[in-house]
């Protein structure tokens, strides 16, 4: 049944990363990809016109319906704007936030006793990282304290400034010995505009289209396949260790199978447990890698924090410069922080914001907008908080599905008393620095905020053995020798910064593992007396 | 009528009601007579808020303008019908009020017409006038706010090679003592 060498479920930077680079080590490969989304034009000019006139994206369509997901813990999970089912997945829609994890963010059982160890330290992935900055044209710098062990490996592209609305913020993160940095962001070109960018019309941002566009337009892969709206339903199982394909439904309702040697499920941290639990066959009743009942299972994304602040007077006319933060700091996503949720502190993008075409509509003239635009100011310090998995918080196959022909999906997530605690007391560190800036606190917007699960993490954790998670340090499932899970459902730990950059150097990896590669580990520097080093 | 009623604006032909939806048309290009009409009233959006920075009328927005008009035509769901609605809603306006009169009473008077035009006028406000806001703040528009605070950049905001020459942002350069050597 071997048609392919490879079929890979899933069309994001996954996807795009390992078929990339199987392609460079061999552009005959024979490479299947399956995306159950559509493709969606990107840099289309009416588009983003569209984009600008009603704010409604090209992909929107793309993503999870209101009826089409439940969440039944007593935390409400957040799946609103989440994803992008399509070619380039979720790529589409990123803010291109591209952080390294932390070398204690590998060993967060040992150092706090709970959530998990990763199967490998921070070094067996330092190398894929500097890869991963290259691929995705990631702009940062390497001064923070926080960079301290990464000193060999410059950013490929100098940073973005801080912006003058960053100011204030600045000056009160210095007080409260808040360290401030510059956020590393992935863009592939010099931003010629902002404010769009979750549609750039220039193709400015990095997605994973444009990975998949280039390897798709090589004349050389003559046998890479990239097929959208092609559900995949089932993996094939031919004995417990063994698979041999996938059946999948196309647009039209037809059903087809097709074979490969390996298959690599890239579908996220939402789907890819699915499709395991909904690969049943007699060598695996409940469902591939799902013998210990761990698929599914310690499911975790970030909490948000908002701390909102506003203070009369704007004859400055501060307004949004970029659509992404420029400050950041990562104080709080230290190991001192660890055991009680690390927190990584970043400054609302998209406000102060002032819409003058919003007044020009409303019919105000010259005069009234400047009185209003120059009359009162917001700021809003935003974090993303560390929670660590827990056995009973799991995703399972919701009744019914969607546009595509995917499951709905089922969440239950209970945080505890302890946790919201730890949350709130975060929460405190924000509202000093907004009150430092002088600015009253909006008690209202000033929250602690649902999981959101766009960064969801844990769903088939990467472990040692089978009964402490679902894949192997080497991303293959567990008992099986030929089917892989690329994902971020394979983080033990989900750390408080976005899981994209990590996603992409594994995924590095794991081409080097299916090349029969050496993989290239790093050796652990000597540390450097710094502020970071001592704590 | 009662005295709290709004005075009626425009004559028969901007007061005949229509369905709210886009006016229906098949996509094609917009014809040239239509063009000079509607490139009068997005370069009044500019001569009535006074919303250009250095520049004496819109005319360096006009490739912008003109991209936006052209695809809004010529790909599905085209605007056509709304661009000739718009013509004849000018045409009659400026027939009662004068030229400046028919701006004045579309940009200040008619009211924001978000959503669910019911009559010709009402359309062309929606599907025309407020659209053109929208282009004519994110062609730079809005650098002509604030005075010399003003912004540099805004949601949307093209630079392209013609502002080259201007910083994209306003940075922030933290005082050299909490500067930290690369």
């Given at each position: 049944m071997s048609e392919h060498e490879y079929i890979l479920v899933g069309a994001g930077v996954a996807a795009a990363t390992v078929a990339r680079k199987l392609l460079e080590a061999n552009p005959s490969t024979s490479i299947l990809i399956l995306e159950a989304g559509p493709e969606v034009t990107e840099r289309n000019r009416r588009g983003w016109w569209n984009y600008i006139i009603d704010g409604i994206k090209p992909y929107d369509f793309a993503r999870d319906k209101k009826n089409e997901y439940e969440t039944i813990g007593k935390t409400f999970w957040d799946f609103n704007d989440n994803r992008v089912m399509a070619y380039g997945g979720s790529t589409l829609h990123w803010g291109g936030w591209s952080l390294r994890l932390q070398p204690e963010d590998f060993h967060m059982r040992d150092n706090t006793g709970e959530g998990a160890n990763w199967p490998f330290d921070y070094w067996a992935l330092h190398n894929y990282y500097h890869q991963a900055e290259y691929q995705l044209s990631v702009c940062g710098q390497l001064s923070e304290s926080w960079n301290s062990h990464r000193r060999d490996q410059e950013y490929p592209v100098p940073v973005f400034q801080w912006a003058i609305p960053d100011s204030e913020m600045y000056h009160a993160f210095t007080d409260l010995s808040i360290e401030p940095g510059l956020m590393p962001i992935a863009r592939y070109r010099k931003c010629m505009m902002t404010g769009t960018c979750k549609y750039c019309p220039l193709g400015g941002r990095f997605t994973a289209q444009h990975l998949l566009d280039e390897i798709r337009n090589d004349p050389r892969h003559k046998d890479l396949r990239i097929s959208?709206?092609?559900?995949?339903?089932?993996?094939?199982?031919?004995?417990?260790?063994?698979?041999?394909?996938?059946?999948?439904?196309?647009?039209?309702?037809?059903?087809?199978?097709?074979?490969?040697?390996?298959?690599?499920?890239?579908?996220?941290?939402?789907?890819?447990?699915?499709?395991?639990?909904?690969?049943?066959?007699?060598?695996?009743?409940?469902?591939?890698?799902?013998?210990?009942?761990?698929?599914?299972?310690?499911?975790?994304?970030?909490?948000?924090?908002?701390?909102?602040?506003?203070?009369?007077?704007?004859?400055?006319?501060?307004?949004?410069?970029?659509?992404?933060?420029?400050?950041?700091?990562r104080t709080y996503d230290s190991p001192a922080y660890q055991r009680e949720g690390k927190l990584f502190l970043f400054r609302n993008r998209a406000i102060p914001k002032f819409d003058f075409a919003e007044m020009m509509i409303q019919g105000r003239r010259k005069d009234e907008i400047e009185r209003l635009l120059a009359g009162s100011r917001e700021m809003e310090l935003q974090g993303f908080l560390e929670e660590k998995g827990r056995f009973d918080d799991r995703l399972t196959l919701g009744d019914g599905r969607n546009q595509f022909g995917l499951p709905f999906t089922r969440v239950s997530f209970n945080r505890p008393p302890e946790v919201q605690a730890q949350a709130h007391n975060r929460l405190g560190l924000m509202q000093a620095v907004i009150e430092r800036m002088n600015y009253t606190v909006d008690r209202q917007l000033t929250k602690v905020d649902n999981p959101g699960g766009h960064h969801t993490t844990g769903t088939c954790r990467m472990s040692r053995s089978a009964t402490d998670g679902v894949v192997d340090p080497d991303l293959r499932v567990h008992d099986t020798d030929n089917l892989y899970v690329c994902s971020n459902a394979v983080f033990p730990t989900g750390s408080a910064v976005n899981p994209t950059l990590t996603l992409t150097a594994l995924s590095l990896r794991l081409a080097d593992h299916l090349l029969g590669r050496p993989y290239e580990a790093a050796r652990q520097p000597a540390p450097l007396q710094t502020s970071r080093a001592k704590s | 009528v009662t005295s709290a009623d709004p005075p009626t604006i425009g004559g028969p032909y901007c007061l005949e009601q229509v369905d709210a939806g886009l006016l229906q048309a098949n996509p094609g290009p917009l014809p040239e007579s239509h063009r000079e009409s509607l490139w009068k009233l997005f370069s009044a959006i500019g001569t009535s808020w006074k919303n250009l920075y250095r520049a004496r009328d819109s005319s360096g927005m006009r490739c912008t303008w003109f991209e936006f008009v052209t695809l809004l035509a010529e790909e599905p769901p085209s605007y056509l019908a709304e661009y000739e609605n718009a013509v004849k809603v000018l045409a009659e306006l400026t027939q009662l009020y004068q030229e400046d009169g028919a701006y004045e009473k579309l940009f200040f008077e008619v009211g924001p017409v978000k959503s669910q035009p019911k009559t010709r006028l009402e359309h062309c406000k929606c599907y025309v006038v407020n659209e053109f806001i929208k282009v004519q703040i994110v062609s730079s528009g809005f650098r002509g706010f604030g005075g010399e605070n003003r912004a540099m950049n805004y949601n949307g905001f093209l630079r392209g090679t013609r502002y080259n020459r201007i910083e994209g942002v306003r940075e922030f350069k933290p005082p050299a003592r909490h500067r930290k050597p690369r």
């Open positions: 959208c709206r092609a559900t995949v339903r089932k993996i094939l199982a031919e004995s417990k260790s063994r698979v041999s394909g996938v059946e999948y439904i196309d647009k039209d309702g037809q059903v087809h199978t097709a074979g490969a040697s390996k298959i690599i499920v890239c579908s996220g941290a939402y789907e890819s447990p699915k499709l395991l639990m909904l690969s049943t066959s007699s060598f695996w009743p409940s469902g591939i890698g799902n013998q210990n009942d761990l698929v599914g299972r310690f499911i975790v994304s970030h909490s948000m924090l908002f701390a909102r602040g506003r203070r009369e007077g704007n004859a400055e006319c501060w307004l949004q410069e970029y659509d992404f933060p420029t400050i950041m700091s | -």
